[in-house]
């Protein structure tokens, strides 16, 4: 598996979002439920904690929780600087 910079992330959203038309939300959405998938996977029992940061990785975060929290898995979020939430974070978020 090859991965990819954080420049080279954001360049692959960017062309998702204005080339193909896939809503920013779309993409965070389908982020967090891999993570949240991936989380299970690592920690199938306890407690799961996520930290999420203000921008976008950090709402990728607030979907994973909102997943895991559905299925039924003990989560906790750590929201660094929750006042300064923005975009798509805020709306997951839900400060």
């Given at each position: 598996m090859?991965?990819?910079?954080?420049?080279?992330?954001?360049?692959?959203?960017?062309?998702?979002?204005?080339?193909?038309?896939?809503?920013?939300?779309?993409?965070?959405?389908?982020?967090?439920?891999?993570?949240?998938?991936e989380?299970?996977?690592m920690?199938?029992?306890?407690?799961?904690?996520?930290?999420?940061?203000?921008?976008?990785?950090?709402?990728?975060?607030?979907?994973?929780?909102?997943?895991?929290?559905?299925?039924g898995?003990g989560?906790?979020?750590?929201?660094?600087?929750?006042?300064?939430?923005?975009?798509?974070?805020?709306?997951?978020?839900?400060?």
């Amino acid at each position: 598996m090859r991965t990819v910079t954080r420049q080279e992330m954001r360049e692959i959203d960017r062309r998702a979002i204005a080339d193909a038309g896939i809503p920013a939300a779309a993409l965070m959405e389908n982020a967090g439920r891999a993570v949240a998938d991936e989380a299970q996977t690592m920690a199938p029992r306890g407690v799961v904690v996520i930290v999420c940061g203000k921008g976008a990785n950090g709402g990728d975060g607030f979907v994973a929780a909102r997943h895991l929290d559905n299925r039924g898995v003990g989560v906790r979020v750590v929201a660094i600087e929750p006042a300064r939430l923005e975009g798509d974070a805020l709306a997951e978020g839900g400060i």
